[in-house]
């Protein structure tokens, strides 16, 4: 069992917590866990309660989509260094794909209802975390679009 | 590979080359080895470069030199998209094709020495790089990291994949591979290409890129590498125009100011940024 202190120091070798406030990350502490994964077991499953949020410190996993009667769609992949799982902040907190994972994966998770408590009291820990999840969301948004784009397809023709 | 920048003697005229090989990379792209059929002397050209390859009846279509096979063989990779790249996709072996060229610039390959090379490439991209990377290679002493970042619309759609698997099996090259989409029995990565810069190691202030693809891959890959320190000068991409002389007289690949045929088609990225920001250029 990792203690808490031990926990602080692995948030911040994170690259989310770059930068932040020792007192703040030594908060969101008291609400994370360390986790380990092997090749093939699920972090989660689509329509899962979404009760925690994860940071990869190492390893690899995919964000899938079940369609039925065919092979999962794999949406993306994420190593160390990513961080994974908004649903904990949007009713209603439920996850929207699987999580399933490639390689044997290290964790740290955050806890969604310690978090939210610890939110609601200290509003300026709250606005900390927003604007490192916000940039994070934009660029997953962007490369989710150019993914679409279909970039590799035929170009159009002139005019088109 | 010959360093020489020279076209063939008559550069309007086509010269006869036989198909020594043919194979069939993906389900629409496919490789072909030439000869010349009079005397199959060298064929000097420098990476990058490109050739007019004719298809007897049907068409010209510009087309980048992929490698050479020694012995002055010629390689092209050629995706099948329309009239002329398709009748090109039927030519089997002993079969004969009009060639022009080389023409236009090349990689940087002897300004990048000393520095950290970065590839990115995109679909058949990596074609036009691959003499770039052999290049690199082939001289991997005078270079320092290595990084191969390549991105493909799924799995089946990976070109040269045995030789992406030999170069990553290197200790002393950094070869990372995506598709946007892939089912789950693909153990690779998927996302897009620009995702890969973040992983990859490398001495953004020592570094030169090259890079090649669709235009929107290039332009989401440069704001990547300069967010991360790069600076545009040292950012080198290939640009794509339809083409006619390849030799600068008739303007069919203008590209604002410039030439793709003669200025490019590699260009330093700070050179033609405005170009491709700007709509209906
Ligand atoms: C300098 C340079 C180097 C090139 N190198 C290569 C190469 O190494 N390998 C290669 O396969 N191609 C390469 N191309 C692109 C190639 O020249 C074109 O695909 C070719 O001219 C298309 O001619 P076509 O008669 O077969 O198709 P067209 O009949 O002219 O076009 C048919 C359809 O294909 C679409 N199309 C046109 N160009 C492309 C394209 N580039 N990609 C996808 N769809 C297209 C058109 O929009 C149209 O819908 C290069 C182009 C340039 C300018
Ligand atoms: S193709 Fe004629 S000027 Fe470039």
Known sequence: MVKVEGLDKLLAEHPFFDGMNEDMRKTLSGCARNERFGPGEFVAHEGDPADRFYFVRAGAIALEFHVPGCNPIVLETLHGGEVFGWSWLVPPYAWTYDIRVLELTRLISLDGACLRKKLNKDHELGFELYSRFVPVMAKRLSSARLQLSDMYGRPCKKGE | ?281
């Open chain 2, 1 to 281: 590979m010959v360093k020489s920048t020279k076209p063939v003697p008559d550069s309007m005229t086509p010269a006869p080359f036989r198909v020594t090989a043919r194979r069939q990379d993906l389900a629409d792209t496919f490789t072909i080895e030439l000869e010349a059929a009079d005397s199959p002397r060298g064929f000097a050209f420098r990476p990058g470069q490109f050739n007019m390859l004719y298809h007897f009846g049907v068409g010209e279509v510009p087309i980048s030199i992929s490698g050479d096979a020694g012995a002055g063989k010629l390689i092209h990779t050629i995706r099948d998209v329309g009239a002329v790249t398709h009748g090109l996709s039927t030519l089997k072996k002993g079969d004969m094709v009009g060639v022009r060229g080389p023409f236009g610039s090349a990689w940087p390959v002897d300004a990048a020495e000393g520095s950290d090379v970065v590839i990115v490439a995109g679909g058949i991209g990596l074609a036009p790089l691959r003499p770039a990377i052999q290049h690199v290679l082939d001289n991997r002493d005078r270079y320092g990291r290595f990084v191969i970042l390549y991105g493909a619309r799924s799995p089946k759609d990976v070109l040269y994949l045995p030789e992406l698997q030999s170069w990553r099996g290197r200790l002393d090259t950094y070869v990372d591979v995506t598709v946007d989409h892939a089912e789950s029995g693909w153990a690779g990565n998927v996302g897009v290409v620009t995702k890969l810069i973040e992983r990859a190691n490398f001495d953004a202030t020592h570094a030169v890129a090259m890079l090649c693809g669709p235009e929107i891959m290039m332009r989401f890959t440069v704001a990547e590498l300069t967010a991360r320190g790069m600076d545009r000068g040292d950012i080198h991409v290939s640009m794509e125009r339809n083409m006619k002389c390849a030799v600068g007289h008739c303007g069919h690949c203008q590209f604002g100011p410039k030439f793709v045929c003669k200025d490019g088609p590699v260009f330093p990225y700070g050179e033609i940024e405005a170009l491709l920001k700007a709509r209906g250029v």
